[in-house]
């Protein structure tokens, strides 16, 4: 990341750089050691050149009172900035490494600054709050008050929402665009690249970065192991050069293993509404775009299509099926008997209900249907295997609802094109996320389901060459 700054920059003795989210100070530490060399010529003696560089060019915000210790450990030698162990001293234990204790501004159950769940975090004063200084503030200005050549971090990526599972929200958008509220000359982050289809409160930050040609520079890892060996985040990370004075298209640097190729491209492709991340996709995607084919996102319908949560469990008291919320119990048999004669498809496996609980949508009961998991595997198949829903059943919000008809034969061969490498890769293209809603499939055109589509097929039909075909084959698992 840091190789991405110009130069010259380490041999400026007025360049200021700002860490808001500082954890270990390895940002700090790496950049100070830059300034030792780069300003040798200016100030020869080793202690005035840190005395300079540490009071003068170097500041960060912890992001807990640990960071900050570690963090003024990393860069003065010392967790106190004012003790004799310190290699420069301060007058205060900060020094240029703060830390204040923040708390959540709570409205209507949320923070108004960052969305935390009054719920999950409103907690006692021993307990860590999560409430960032940095994007705590109207004007994050304030905290130094000064101009910054450079702002860099690797910020928090998430925090809990308050919903079951690992339920969460993304935070790491709020401290780029506090970072670009300072107007450094250069901001550079890591964060995940779920930002490049949105969702999650992110699609305002997507447009607004795929719409600034300020960006300069992009490194996206579609595995983030590339990047953090052993560490597993959906989607994959990517880091970015922000330049305030030049505009320009970006240089992109894909990252695959020991691989990288890069391509000098706008980052949002006309047509198109979120970042393709390589020129392969891209290629593959103006050949079907050009046959200007209905996207299967149109068909899906998704949503409790027919009235049902997805977290639905079975309760041992009465043999109901009970929304979690409580919202809602319908009673049920696990086999079909007497009036139970509709089949309804849940998470883990399925039940049988009465027709007249079919809250929505009961007409598409009696027609075949194909049902798609709406948890895919990003970096495996990555669609969940489609099912057959035959007439006399229906589905939880587990899955999207293609209703097809009468016919059998097209829905089996709707599942048979959805397992092709060609549908998979294009929903791969699309969404970054296990959470496959149907806009995962606004890529995917619609097909003659009277017939059973094959991947050698659907190459031909949209004139893949052998360079592309082969990035589709290598990249997307066969499926069963």
């Known amino acids: 990341m840091l190789d991405m700054l110009p130069k010259k920059i380490w041999s400026d003795p ?49 992001l807990t009172e640990l960071t900050g210790l570690l963090s003024r450990r990393s860069a003065y030698c010392s ?13 205060s234990s900060d020094g240029n490494i703060r830390y204040g204790r923040c708390e959540h501004k709570w409205l209507n159950g949320r923070c108004r600054y960052c969305g935390a769940s009054e719920k999950e975090y409103k907690r006692d004063a021993e307990l860590e709050t999560h409430a960032y200084e940095f994007i705590h503030q109207d004007n994050p200005g304030e905290l ?6 450079v702002v860099i971090g690797n910020p928090p990526y998430q925090l809990s929402d308050g919903g079951n599972g690992a339920s969460a929200m993304p935070i790491y958008h709020k401290f ?13 982050m890591i964060i995940p690249a779920r930002w490049y289809a949105g969702g999650r409160g992110l699609d305002s930050f997507r447009a607004e970065m795929l719409h600034d040609d300020r960006i300069r520079e992009l490194h996206d ?8 060996p052993g560490v597993e985040i959906k989607g994959g990370v990517c880091y970015f050069l922000w330049d305030r004075d030049h505009r320009g298209l970006c240089r992109v640097y894909s990252h695959d293993g020991n691989d990288v190729s890069m391509d000098e491209r706008p ?42 949560h997805t977290r639905a469990l079975w309760n041992g008291t009465d043999g109901s099926l009970q929304t979690a919320d409580g919202s809602s119990s319908y009673p049920v048999k696990k086999n079909k008997t007497g009036a139970f004669a509709t089949k309804v498809y849940i998470a883990h496996g399925e039940c049988w209900i009465e027709q007249k609980n079919v809250t929505r949508n009961a007409g598409d009961v009696q027609k075949y249907k194909v049902l798609i998991p709406r948890a895919g595997n990003p970096g495996g198949t990555i669609l969940g295997k489609p099912k057959l829903a035959e007439p006399g059943s229906c589905s939880s919000n587990t899955y999207n609802v293609f209703v097809l008809g009468a016919s059998a034969s097209e829905a089996n061969n709707l599942i048979q094109y959805l397992k092709t490498r060609f549908v ?10 296990q959470d496959m809603a149907p806009k995962a499939f606004e890529f995917v055109p619609v097909q003659d389901w009277s017939h059973a589509w094959t991947d050698e097929e659907l190459f031909e039909k949209y004139g893949l060459d052998e360079s592309e075909i082969d990035d589709v084959c290598s990249s997307i698992p066969g499926m069963e």
């Not at 967790?79 to 007058?91: H, I, W």
């Open 267 to 308: 980052l949002l492709e006309d047509g198109m509404e979120t970042f393709i991340r390589s020129s392969k996709q891209i290629s593959i995607l103006k050949k079907i775009r050009s046959m200007q084919e209905k996207p299967l996102s149109e068909e899906l319908n998704a949503g409790r299509y027919f009235g049902f």
């Open 79 to 91: 967790k106190y900035a004012n003790s004799r162990y310190s290699v420069v001293e301060f007058d």
């Open 221 to 228: 890892y579609v595995n983030a192991s590339d990047c953090f």
């Open 144 to 149: 130094f008050p000064m101009k910054f050549d």
């Open 424 to 433: 998979r890769y294009l929903v791969a293209t699309r969404t970054a996320t």
């Open 176 to 188: 780029v665009q506090q970072g670009m509220k300072l107007s450094p000359r250069y901001l550079t």
């Open 14 to 62: 007025e360049a200021t750089f700002l860490d808001p989210s500082c954890k270990s100070g390895v940002f700090l530490r790496e950049i100070t050691k830059r300034l030792i060399e780069g300003l040798q010529d200016d100030y020869p003696v080793l202690d005035e050149r840190l005395e300079h560089i540490l009071k003068k060019q170097v500041y960060g915000v912890a």
